[in-house]
C-alpha cells in the first residue's frame, strides 16, 4: 500500500472512537418554550428564613446600639483640655527651682 | 428502551416522563443532527425542534417500531429538512461567484468542522473526513453517519430509514467508495 492509500485509509478510519457530542444544558429550555411546558418556577423559600433573617438583623442593629451607648461613657481619667495639654507640653519653660 | 408504561404516560402528555425522555435521547439526537449538519448552533436547533414534535405527535406513536427508531427518523427527516433549506439560499450564492472570482476547490480551514468527540490525534483527519462526508449525497451521507458517529448497527439504520439491510449495506459501499475519490482528489491538492 503506498502512502496515499495509507492516508486516505487513515483519513477513513479517523472517526473511529468518537465519543458522543453531549447537547448543551440550555437544550431542555429550548424545548420547554417550543412545547409549552412550564417552565419549573424556582422554589418557595420557607417562611422560618425570613424570621431568621429579621432576626439576625435585628440582633445586629442591637449589637450596633450597645458599641455606640459605649462609646459615649465618660472615661475614668479625666479628659484632656487643650490648656492641661499645653501646660504639659510647655513645662519645661517653667524655672528650675533649685 | 423505554417500557410500554412510559410511553403510555407520555401519550397523556406527562411532563415528567417526557423529561425523562428528554434526558435519554437529547444526546443522541444532538450527535445525530451535529454530525449531519456539521453545525452545532443548528444541531441544538434541530434537536429542539425534534422533541416538540415528538411531544407533539407521541399520541399518535402506535408502536410499529421501537422509540428510539422513531426519534433518530424524526432526527434524520428535521436535519435533511435543514439542509435542504440551506441549499436553497447557497444557490444563489453560486450563481454570484461564476460571474465572480473563480469557484474556490477547497473550502477553507476556518469553515472546517471538529467533532468535539474526535481524539485529538484525530482530529485534523476527521474534519478533512467530515469535509467529504458533506460532499456525499444525503442518503449516503445519513447512513455514513448513522454507522460513523452514532454506531448503530446496519439493522437499526435500516429501521430508521425504512428501508432493507442489504440496501444499507449498498449505502455504506458506495458511501465508502465516493469518500475515497474525494480524499484522493483532495491529497493530490494538497497533501503531496
Same mark, same amino acid.
Given at each position: 500500500?503506498?502512502?496515499?492509500?495509507?492516508?486516505? =485509509?487513515?483519513?477513513?478510519?479517523?472517526?473511529?472512537?468518537?465519543?458522543?457530542?453531549? $447537547?448543551?444544558? #440550555?437544550?431542555?429550555?429550548?424545548?420547554?418554550?417550543?412545547? #409549552?411546558?412550564?417552565? =419549573?418556577?424556582?422554589?418557595?423559600?420557607?417562611?422560618?428564613?425570613?424570621?431568621?433573617? $429579621?432576626? #439576625?438583623?435585628?440582633?445586629?442593629?442591637?449589637? =450596633?446600639?450597645?458599641?455606640?451607648?459605649?462609646?459615649?461613657?465618660?472615661?475614668?481619667?479625666? $479628659?484632656?483640655?487643650?490648656?492641661?495639654?499645653?501646660?504639659?507640653?510647655?513645662?519645661?519653660?517653667?524655672?528650675?527651682?533649685? | 428502551?423505554?417500557?410500554?408504561?412510559?410511553?403510555?404516560?407520555?401519550?397523556?402528555?406527562? &411532563?415528567? +416522563?417526557? !423529561? &425523562? %425522555?428528554?434526558?435519554?435521547?437529547?444526546?443522541?439526537?444532538?450527535?445525530?443532527?451535529?454530525?449531519?449538519?456539521?453545525?452545532? *448552533?443548528? +444541531?441544538?436547533?434541530?434537536?429542539?425542534?425534534?422533541?416538540?414534535?415528538?411531544?407533539?405527535?407521541?399520541?399518535?406513536?402506535?408502536?410499529?417500531?421501537?422509540?428510539?427508531?422513531?426519534?433518530?427518523?424524526?432526527?434524520?427527516?428535521?436535519?435533511?429538512?435543514?439542509?435542504?433549506?440551506?441549499?436553497?439560499?447557497?444557490?444563489?450564492?453560486?450563481?454570484?461567484?461564476?460571474?465572480?472570482?473563480?469557484?474556490?476547490?477547497?473550502?477553507?480551514?476556518?469553515?472546517?468542522?471538529?467533532?468535539?468527540?474526535?481524539? %485529538? &490525534?484525530?482530529?485534523? !483527519?476527521?474534519?478533512?473526513?467530515?469535509?467529504?462526508?458533506?460532499?456525499?449525497?444525503?442518503?449516503? !451521507?445519513?447512513?455514513?453517519?448513522?454507522?460513523?458517529?452514532?454506531?448503530?448497527?446496519?439493522?437499526?439504520?435500516?429501521?430508521?430509514?425504512?428501508?432493507?439491510?442489504? +440496501?444499507?449495506?449498498?449505502?455504506?459501499?458506495?458511501?465508502?467508495?465516493? %469518500?475515497?475519490?474525494?480524499?484522493?482528489?483532495?491529497? *493530490?491538492?494538497?497533501?503531496?
Amino acid at each position: 500500500m503506498n502512502r496515499k492509500e495509507t492516508w486516505i =485509509n487513515e483519513t477513513l478510519n479517523s472517526l473511529d472512537g468518537i465519543q458522543r457530542a453531549p $447537547a448543551s444544558a #440550555g437544550l431542555f429550555l429550548k424545548i420547554q418554550s417550543g412545547t #409549552g411546558l412550564p417552565v =419549573n418556577k424556582p422554589a418557595a423559600i420557607n417562611k422560618s428564613f425570613y424570621w431568621s433573617a $429579621a432576626a #439576625g438583623l435585628a440582633l445586629l442593629i442591637a449589637l =450596633n446600639v450597645i458599641v455606640a451607648q459605649q462609646s459615649h461613657v465618660t472615661p475614668q481619667h479625666p $479628659a484632656e483640655t487643650p490648656a492641661t495639654m499645653a501646660s504639659e507640653y510647655f513645662s519645661y519653660l517653667s524655672p528650675i527651682k533649685l | 428502551m423505554v417500557p410500554a408504561p412510559v410511553i403510555a404516560k407520555l401519550r397523556e402528555g406527562d &411532563e415528567k +416522563a417526557f !423529561r &425523562e %425522555l428528554v434526558d435519554q435521547y437529547r444526546d443522541r439526537v444532538y450527535n445525530t443532527a451535529l454530525g449531519l449538519l456539521q453545525h452545532p *448552533e443548528n +444541531a441544538e436547533d434541530v434537536a429542539q425542534e425534534v422533541f416538540v414534535e415528538v411531544f407533539r405527535s407521541v399520541a399518535r406513536f402506535r408502536g410499529e417500531c421501537s422509540i428510539s427508531t422513531w426519534i433518530y427518523r424524526i432526527t434524520v427527516q428535521k436535519a435533511l429538512e435543514h439542509i435542504r433549506t440551506s441549499h436553497r439560499g447557497k444557490r444563489f450564492g453560486i450563481h454570484i461567484s461564476l460571474f465572480g472570482r473563480e469557484e474556490q476547490t477547497e473550502i477553507p480551514a476556518e469553515t472546517r468542522f471538529y467533532h468535539p468527540g474526535i481524539q %485529538l &490525534e484525530n482530529k485534523e !483527519r476527521s474534519a478533512i473526513l467530515f469535509q467529504a462526508i458533506s460532499k456525499l449525497p444525503v442518503n449516503q !451521507r445519513t447512513a455514513f453517519i448513522l454507522h460513523k458517529v452514532e454506531g448503530l448497527s446496519q439493522t437499526e439504520i435500516a429501521g430508521i430509514m425504512e428501508t432493507s439491510v442489504s +440496501a444499507i449495506e449498498s449505502l455504506m459501499v458506495r458511501a465508502r467508495q465516493k %469518500l475515497k475519490v474525494l480524499l484522493s482528489d483532495y491529497y *493530490e491538492n494538497n497533501e503531496r
